[in-house]
C-alpha cells in the first residue's frame, strides 16, 4: 500500500480514537465502544509494524476500496469468514434496494415530454446517478442529471 494511503489511513484512525476516548470518558466502560477502540488499536499497531492494508490470512493486499470504507478490516474477501460474508452481502442487498428506489420511473411522462432510460451498473451497487426531474408545475420544463461518483484514493 502507498505510504500517502497509510499516512491518510493513519490520521483517520488517529481521529477516531481521540473521538472514542473521548466519549469513553464521558459514558464509562461501554464494552462496544471499548472493542471498537481496540480494534483501532491494532489497526495502528499494523500500520506501525508495516502491515496494513495485508490480509492476515494470506498477507495478499486487501482491496484499497474495501480499507477506504473501513480501515479497520483484516482480512482480504477471498478470506472473509462465513459471517462477515452473509453481512457483506446483505449489505450489498441493502444497497442495491435504496439505490434502485432513488433512481426516476421509467416511463415518466407530460404533456410535453415523454421519458425512457435504461440503467446498467456494472455490479449490484454503483457509483452511477440519472435522474429525471420536471419542476412543480412546469410541464415543458425537464431537467435530466447523470453522475458518476469517483472514490477518492489517498
Same mark, same amino acid.
Given at each position: 500500500m502507498e505510504? +500517502?494511503?497509510? @499516512? !491518510?489511513?493513519? /490520521?483517520?484512525l488517529l481521529g477516531r480514537r481521540q473521538k472514542l476516548q473521548d466519549v469513553l470518558e464521558n459514558a464509562g466502560q461501554a464494552e462496544e465502544l471499548t472493542d471498537l477502540?481496540?480494534?483501532?488499536?491494532?489497526?495502528l @499497531?499494523? +500500520? /506501525?509494524? !508495516?502491515?496494513? !492494508?495485508?490480509?492476515?490470512?494470506?498477507? @495478499? $493486499? +486487501? /482491496?484499497?476500496?474495501r480499507l477506504t470504507v473501513d480501515?479497520? +478490516?483484516? *482480512?482480504?474477501? @477471498?478470506?472473509?469468514?462465513? !459471517? /462477515?460474508?452473509?453481512l457483506l452481502e446483505r449489505d450489498l442487498d441493502l444497497a442495491?434496494?435504496?439505490? $434502485? *428506489? #432513488?433512481?426516476?420511473?421509467?416511463? #415518466?411522462?407530460s404533456p410535453s415530454w415523454k421519458t425512457a432510460y435504461h440503467y446498467s451498473p456494472a455490479g449490484p451497487v454503483s457509483g452511477d446517478y440519472c435522474d429525471l426531474f420536471s419542476p412543480h408545475g412546469s410541464e415543458s420544463c425537464l431537467y435530466f442529471m447523470v453522475g458518476d461518483v469517483l472514490l477518492h484514493r489517498f
Open positions: 505510504q +500517502i494511503a497509510v @499516512d !491518510g489511513m493513519r /490520521e483517520q477502540l481496540e480494534q483501532v488499536d491494532q489497526a @499497531d499494523r +500500520i /506501525e509494524k !508495516g502491515t496494513y !492494508g495485508l490480509c492476515e490470512t494470506c498477507h @495478499d $493486499s +486487501i /482491496e484499497i476500496d480501515p479497520l +478490516i483484516k *482480512n482480504c474477501l @477471498d478470506h472473509l469468514t462465513a !459471517g /462477515e460474508q452473509r442495491y434496494v435504496v439505490q $434502485s *428506489n #432513488l433512481l426516476p420511473p421509467r416511463d #415518466l411522462a
